[in-house]
């Protein structure tokens, strides 16, 4: 069965930075893209990033463009988010999620996404 796995959330001071991690097991991920989403309290779950496994395609939300980068190491089956120069607004929970590979709008919905991890506490202060 597919598992995701996050790791790497905290406690970080506006302008630091983080970087998450998706350990993903279980099937075979080629074909497919990988995405972070986050949800605040009170908010719907939003887009964040995405890459597709096969040729790394990278795709980001405006609010983080410049900020953050997302990356995969294959060899791993691990996706990483790298966030700099975070913001309070940034202070959320943090989910990997598995998908099919598709097109800009097709990777931004989070109904594309058959798999998820179980979230990681992202907290910025000010």
């Known amino acids: 069965q597919v598992q995701l796995v996050e790791s790497g959330g905290g406690l970080v001071q506006a302008g630091g930075s983080l970087r998450l991690s998706c350990a993903a097991s279980g099937r075979t991920f080629s074909g497919y893209a990988m995405g972070w989403f986050r949800q605040a309290p009170g908010e719907e779950r939003e887009f964040v990033a995405a890459?597709?496994?096969?040729?790394?395609?990278?795709y980001y939300a405006d609010s983080v463009k410049g900020r953050f980068t997302i990356s995969r190491d294959s060899a791993k089956n691990t996706v990483y988010l790298q966030m700099n120069s975070l913001k309070p607004e940034d202070t959320a929970v943090y989910y990997c999620?598995?998908?099919?590979?598709?097109?800009?709008?097709?990777?931004?919905?989070?109904?594309?996404?058959?798999?998820w991890g179980q979230g990681t506490q992202v907290t910025v202060s000010s």
């Open positions: 999620a598995a998908g099919y590979a598709g097109g800009s709008s097709t990777l931004r919905s989070r109904y594309n996404y058959l798999y």
């Open positions: 890459i597709t496994w096969s040729f790394g395609s990278t």
